[in-house]
């Protein structure tokens, strides 16, 4: 990810400066943690980032391609190929199982129904959750629902994982099985950003990014 001067200003009225120009380049296989004050800019900044707002100044590349140039249907085939999102709250169907909630990420691609059922079986091993495949997510905890969240983010195969306050919604141990999650799949060679609150999790960050009034800061660590 390479953003190069990318300011992004709600129109409003009145217009709000969300992110003021910034630059910052993540390489693949890092893991950055995002930390800042309650709207400060950090969900616009990974809104951008998972090319779901366009920045309205400066250039943001994904894998060298310049994500402004494209058309609206190229950019969201690419944050299909490419990108995997994780939320504070785990949006999943109550009364679909984990196994279905997976398999419905796939629902409008062009990946037949019994290979979308093979994938989403795959995705929730990948997060330790074979065995309760056909839970609904009433019967899991809340460290298990995230977890079905992510396989759902995994399940169409990113490079880059992008996380909105991921254990905001757990009690410590829940937050510390997912945050193992990210551990290991960063291990495995994934791109990792995070948006935290909570400073265990930005301890994790081999980079942590400050934001402060729409500008970004990097904290240099040890
Ligand atoms: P954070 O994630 O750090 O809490 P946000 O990125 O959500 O911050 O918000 C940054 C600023 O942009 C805040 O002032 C917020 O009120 C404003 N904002 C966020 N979303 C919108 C929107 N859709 N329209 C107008 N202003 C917005
Ligand atoms: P909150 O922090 O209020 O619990 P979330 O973390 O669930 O909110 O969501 C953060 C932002 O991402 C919101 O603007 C929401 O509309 C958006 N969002 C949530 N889930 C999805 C999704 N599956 N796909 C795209 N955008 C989403």
């Known amino acids: 990810m390479e953003f190069r001067e990318v300011a992004l200003t709600y129109p409003g009225p009145p217009p709000v400066e969300a992110l003021k120009p910034c630059e910052l380049t993540v390489r693949r296989g890092e893991f950055v943690t995002i930390v800042g004050p309650s709207g400060s800019g950090k969900s616009t900044f990974l809104n951008v980032a998972g090319l779901l707002d366009s920045p309205t100044g400066g250039r943001y590349f994904l894998d060298g391609i310049d994500t402004g140039q494209l058309p609206d249907h190229a950019r969201t085939a690419l944050r299909g190929r490419r990108i995997g999102f994780v939320f504070q709250s785990f949006h999943l169907l109550p009364h679909r199982s984990a196994l279905e909630n997976v398999a419905l990420a796939m629902l409008y691609t062009s990946v037949p129904r019994a290979e979308r059922f093979t994938r989403a079986r795959e995705a929730l091993e990948q997060v330790g959750l074979g065995h309760r495949a056909t839970a609904v997510p009433g019967r899991l905890s809340g460290g298990e ?57 930005a301890a994790r960050g081999r980079r942590t990014v400050t934001v402060h009034d729409g500008r970004l800061r990097e904290q240099v660590t040890a």
């Not at 396989?151 to 996380?163: D, I, K, N, Q, Y």
């Open 145 to 201: 629902r995230q977890r079905v969240a992510i396989a759902r983010a995994l399940v169409g195969r990113p490079s880059l994982l992008l996380c909105d306050e991921p254990t905001g919604n757990l009690d410590c141990a829940n937050a510390a099985s997912v945050l193992t999650l990210l551990d290991e799949l960063h291990a495995a060679g994934m791109t990792v950003m995070v948006i935290t609150h909570d400073s265990e999790v």
